[in-house]
């Protein structure tokens, strides 16, 4: 089945810097790349996601790479406020049809 | 236009005991998927319901259970439950009934086994 890594587990950054975190997939079929963030006690929500057919996608402060050769998909944050404090889940589907979470990125963003 | 809900918010259960969790999905959509969320880790695919079957599974056994109701709504069923059973039990609603339709999350359901 599809296998994914999340890097790193943690990340502090300053406000109003850039944060990126990393994923990367095993299956090589999986053509559906969401990103969803989860405050504390509170559901995930879907904050951008890509799909195979693009290699860049951006909404405002958030945008998402993906390099389907090497198999890694990237979020990048930038001008970080404290309100992008929270767990950053990114996720991997259509190869193996069950979608596979990475264990999550706790971004911790200092005013 | 109503988001996904789930009840209830919180269960506590004994070891053994049985639970059903119940999912309504975003007005609009036909697929239930259902997630289990442990402490500190990215939720597990269990099941997605799609037109009343269930479309694929994860690996969960089979104490884990599920269905889908002609409006679309959902319960997920858990039979002798351990201690381990324990977790955030998330529901996500989409249209298309594939695994690469965007997801929308409910609330969750807090779920302890003592």
């Known amino acids: 089945g599809e296998n994914v890594e999340q890097h790193p587990s943690t990340l502090s950054v300053q406000e109003g810097d850039s944060a990126v975190i990393k994923c990367t997939y095993s299956?090589?079929?999986?053509?559906?790349f969401p990103w969803y963030k989860q405050e504390l006690g509170k559901r995930p929500q879907l904050i951008i996601d890509i799909r195979s057919n693009v290699g860049e996608k951006k909404d405002q402060r958030i945008a998402v790479t993906l390099n389907k050769t090497a198999k890694h998909f990237s979020l990048h944050i930038t001008e970080t406020q404290p309100e992008d404090s929270a767990v950053y889940f990114c996720a991997a589907s259509g190869g193996s049809y069950i979608p596979t979470f990475g264990r999550g990125t706790s971004l911790i963003v200092h005013p | 236009d109503a988001g996904v809900t789930q009840s209830p918010t919180h269960l506590i259960k004994t070891r053994g005991q049985q639970v059903t969790l119940r999912c309504s999905p975003k007005?609009?959509?036909?697929?239930v998927s259902w997630y289990q969320q442990a402490l500190g880790q990215g939720p597990q695919f269990i099941f997605q319901?799609?037109?009343?079957?269930?479309?694929q599974r994860g690996n969960f056994p089979d104490r884990f259970s599920g269905h889908q109701f002609p409006n679309y709504s959902s319960e997920l069923n858990v039979n002798a439950l351990l201690l381990g059973d324990s977790a955030l039990y998330l529901c996500?609603?989409?249209?298309?009934?594939?695994?690469?339709?965007?997801?929308?999350f409910g609330p969750g359901t807090r779920l302890t086994v003592l």
């Open positions: 007005s609009g959509h036909d697929t």
């Open positions: 299956d090589s079929a999986s053509n559906y």
């Open positions: 996500a609603s989409s249209l298309g009934g594939t695994s690469t339709d965007t997801q929308y």
């Open positions: 319901y799609y037109e009343e079957e269930e479309r």
